[in-house]
């Protein structure tokens, strides 16, 4: 297999998607992929962090999680978006690290690339797909390859969102289904990044 470099880039107030982009960095690294696996910066103010003890604590154990950087799209194959459901679009903070791609965008060194994109509301259908829909209108905008799960694998049969792997934070933590559909949709991610590749060089 091509190697391939995936950029795993999300925002976490409180864990949940932070436990679907490790589970992410997980499959692409047994797929073969190099992996790096960022967190974009947090802009909510002080107060409003300090108000929710979750919020607060998830930031203090993720201080060593690198911070995404323009560099980190750059060298990446493939690049797996990942965010919370707010109001059925991407957190802020997120949308804040797109809007900064421009130059990228403008020398053409987004388009090509593999994308895909995972989730998490506090309710049931709480905008899961909208959001990730949502994503998918920045990497036409780039000229990106979507890669979504859909129903290629088992897994996808129990987690139900061919969008992108996604997860119910109201219901606790991520369980092993959304789990292993984070793992399994990084997976096809690299498989897909790495034939494009092969074919390429051909």
């Known amino acids: 297999m091509e190697p391939v470099n995936v950029a795993i880039i999300y925002y976490s107030s409180t864990g949940t998607v932070h436990a679907l982009a490790r589970a992410a960095a997980e499959g692409a690294e047994k797929a073969g992929a190099h992996v790096r696996l960022r967190k974009v910066a947090e802009l909510a103010p002080p107060e409003a962090i300090d108000s929710k003890p979750a919020w607060a604590q998830h930031l203090q154990d993720t201080a060593d999680v690198a911070e995404a950087g323009l560099d980190d799209l750059d060298w990446a194959d493939a690049a797996l978006f990942g965010t919370p ?20 965008w403008a020398q053409g060194k987004l388009a090509d690339k593999v994308y895909s994109a995972f989730t998490a509301s506090n309710t049931a259908h709480g905008g899961q797909e909208s959001t990730l829909l949502a ?9 990106g390859i979507i890669v979504p799960p859909g129903y290629t694998d088992p897994v996808q049969f129990k987690s139900g969102n061919p969008y992108g792997s996604s997860h119910v934070a109201g219901d606790g933590p ?3 289904v959304s789990l292993e559909a984070a793992r399994y949709q990084a997976r096809r991610a690299v498989e897909t990044a790495a034939a494009l590749k092969a074919g390429r060089r051909q």
Not at 136 to 142: A, D, P
């Open 85 to 104: 459901a707010r109001f059925g679009n991407p957190a802020s903070q997120l949308r804040a690290f797109i809007e900064t791609t421009g130059g990228l």
């Open 135 to 143: 994503l998918g209108n920045t990497f036409y905008h780039w000229g």
């Open 174 to 176: 991520p369980n092993d």
